[in-house]
């Protein structure tokens, strides 16, 4: 790739202003009150790809956020690499946590990051990972050195469980026709660590609802004589793991994949500091499954956490009252061969089943997806672990990420094409969290990185 | 008493709508924002107490709310009954379960208030039974029948645990001196069976704060690998309580009053529906201690209620977050022996003994009080038995409730008097809860019964 450098440092004031205007659209699809931003988004995603040379632009109408979908074709006998990125971004809550607005896009050092991060919801996730891939598209066909066709689907679903993308990808299987899926939703182990995501785990969210009295009720007068909503609550959501923090779901494990002593071992070499893992997240402790490592237990084994919980009087000051009901967000990561609507069954029948008769239990399923799992013998993995080579010096390391984009299964499913997950963020960039941000040297190394997987991925297909 | 029905007759229309307007006054002592209406509240009361006789009414400052003193002397010779009672009341929330606005006073007839009720916050609780005796005054003093000498106590505090009142009372000793002192923040079984409450429970409030990682995170990337601040919460609550629903804190029974086989029998005489509780309340079945009856595990028993719990993300849709901190606000009722400040010691040392170390835990106490309990041989149990007789035709029956007024333990250390608790609420009114209310019945029973407790009093005294 001729002058990716030179280019990138001529225009890398240009490329910075350009997605910190895009992250001041607070573009949060989990909450209606901002539907107007999020299709604001949308809009200027199109604007951005139309300008870094796609021949086709569309906004596509779903039932839900629209899917912002462009292409550049040079010669339909080349192969043709389909980027999946989204513009939705989460809650900026708890808000009164972030050093920075949230929607004030800043750039500041970090120890991380000498060079500068930009702080703003969605700069890593995936605002900013999702508009690398636009600007390695203005480099290649700016500088004439696309050597291959591409497609571009951004969504703005994805934080709320892509509850549209399936149809429209099952509708368009056509138009979406690639062969290879690229996406940059993830994350790498350290700057000087390059890696590739090769596996996500599953997901499956719900919400539970305990009901006990009709009325909220005087903890005095009915203390003790009633089953009161958020005590039961606790009790059922505590049942859930044993003593060694295994789910006791009936079912819950049967499909799990258990992976060989050889690869356990294989996964241990990636470098791992738990001193500095408690460090950073100033914890004295880790916690986890008995007999699983951290490293382990966030990537190849299931969890089960309560993501929110609320119920009774939460205000200033103190009231002696017991709630009618009590609620909890409760999501389940899962591991490959882990179905997420049989998971997402069984739990529904066991939090049913543990109830006691004094209390009603109603439990809605938010969304879910499955695990997924990228072969490293794939051509696709190759191109990319060739590009990491050339800008980082290095070859990268596979490892398996704790967090899913439950879209990728079904990418796989309906067109037929194998996923590669490009990611370069830092688990430390916050994403999801106060204060997310990002990189500039990530950014900026993304942009250069892309162009050499399409055209090491071109040529590997020949 | 002379024509006191007549005179309430004559008066009744006014009486009402002179505690509609206090009702109207949103004095939430719990919530910084109301302060002025708190102060408002004050400052009605003791217009309410000039005009309705008193020589001396004073707005005390305390470091808090302040205090309305009033007092009528006819005789120094004579028994001074001391009324207390409060104009604060307990937040609204949850809003938008009131039928009517809780602070916009509506009379409405329900199956067990066929005159009527007056909905509001407050209603009962205790703006509507303190006013009784304010009424109660009116009509002995402007028909020449105070037997004897009265003082008021009405504070604005109680619902957030009578900060300042103890201060006050220890303070003016001399002022505050009296024969009996007489409240009404209670309730009685039915309004055809009439009765006096002479057991209280103590109270201890503490609010518990869990802290994990040192930011909220991304549950894919770090679930099953970090202590959720969430979950552990769950699972300490949850053991507070074994699998008879006994509480677990070291200690917690050591003084709990056991009482004996004959006064559980004379308890278990009161009238009493299973069914008709469990209909009220639409639930399957009740839920407590293994071993005590409904009655028993909400008056002789002690209990541990959360009243409130809150952490990670509760609004719209999912967010796959782990929080940094999760929290609750719990309740323990007390019976008589158990020292509230005791209990509290007890409750942080064991709450804190039982975190694992990857999370910290901060315990605050609230507020607290002692239990009490009245002997139905003293004088002023009696001559509140007669004035029921009097007015009800039938003898009360003495019941232990589960409510708490702190303050009354401390009334009778520091004034040597003993407490009369007249209420004339019902269970079934509400208080702390959406849609709380007060029968016109039981209010202008109240007004008529409280001045018989004046002469019987005072002829007992002799």
Chains 1, 2 share one sequence.
């Not at 099952?170 to 590739?196: C, F």
């Not at 009901?211 to 609550?233: E, K, M």
Request: hydrophobic share 35%.
């Amino acid at each position: 790739m001729k002058n990716i450098q030179s280019y990138i440092q001529d225009h890398k004031k240009r490329f910075l202003n350009e997605l910190i205007e895009l992250l001041k659209i607070p573009s949060i699809s989990a909450d209606s009150a901002y539907k107007n931003d999020v299709l604001k988004t949308a809009e200027a995603v199109k604007h951005s790809l139309e300008k870094a040379g796609c021949d086709v632009v569309e906004i596509c109408k779903t039932d839900g956020n629209p899917i912002v979908y462009g292409e550049k074709t040079i010669n339909p006998k080349l192969p043709t690499v389909l980027v999946y990125g989204h513009y939705d971004v989460q809650p900026a809550d708890p808000i009164e946590l972030w050093t920075s607005p949230p929607f004030e896009p800043i750039i500041k050092k970090t120890d991380l990051h000498p060079e500068g991060a930009i702080f703003a919801r969605g700069a890593c996730d995936d605002k900013g990972q999702m508009y690398m891939h636009v600007k390695a598209l203005e480099f290649m066909v700016t500088t004439n050195q696309l050597p291959c066709n591409v497609k571009f689907m951004i969504e703005g679903e994805e934080e709320v469980g892509s509850k549209n993308l399936g149809t429209f990808v099952k509708n368009n299987r056509d138009k979406l026709k690639n062969d290879v899926i690229l996406i940059s939703d993830t994350g790498m182990i350290a700057n000087d660590v390059p890696s590739i995501t090769t596996g996500l785990r599953g997901l499956s969210y719900v919400e539970v609802e305990v009901t006990g009295p009709n009325r909220d009720l005087h903890s005095g007068l009915y203390g003790g004589a009633v089953a009161n909503p958020i005590n039961i609550l606790t009790k059922m959501i505590a049942s859930l793991h044993d003593e060694n923090n295994h789910i006791t779901i009936p079912g819950f494990y049967d499909k799990v994949e258990e992976l060989s002593k050889e690869e356990r071992t294989e996964m241990a070499k990636a470098p791992f500091s738990l001193d500095a893992y408690k460090k950073a997240l100033q914890i004295n402790d880790v916690y986890g499954e008995l007999g699983y490592t951290t490293n382990e237990r966030n990537s190849i084994r299931p969890t089960l956490d309560v993501n929110g919980i609320w119920g009774g009087y939460t205000g200033e000051g103190a009231k002696t009252v017991i709630a009618s009901k009590a609620f909890a967000k409760i999501s389940m990561r899962l591991v490959p061969h882990q179905d997420w609507e049989e998971i997402t069954e069984l739990f529904t029948k066991h939090f049913t089943s543990i109830a006691p008769v004094a209390v009603t239990v109603k439990v809605t399923p938010h969304h879910g997806g499955q695990g997924y799992v990228t072969p490293i013998d794939n051509i696709g993995y190759q191109a990319a672990s060739k590009a990491y080579q050339q800008t980082f010096g290095k070859k990268p390391i596979p490892q398996r990420s704790g967090g899913s984009i439950p879209i990728v299964a079904l990418f796989e499913e309906e067109l037929k094409s194998k996923t590669i997950l490009m990611g370069f963020g830092l688990d430390s960039d916050a994403i999801h969290s106060p204060n997310e941000h990002f990189g500039v040297f990530n950014y900026l190394k993304g942009i250069e990185t892309i162009p050499y997987f399409y055209k090491y991925f071109t040529e590997l297909s020949k």
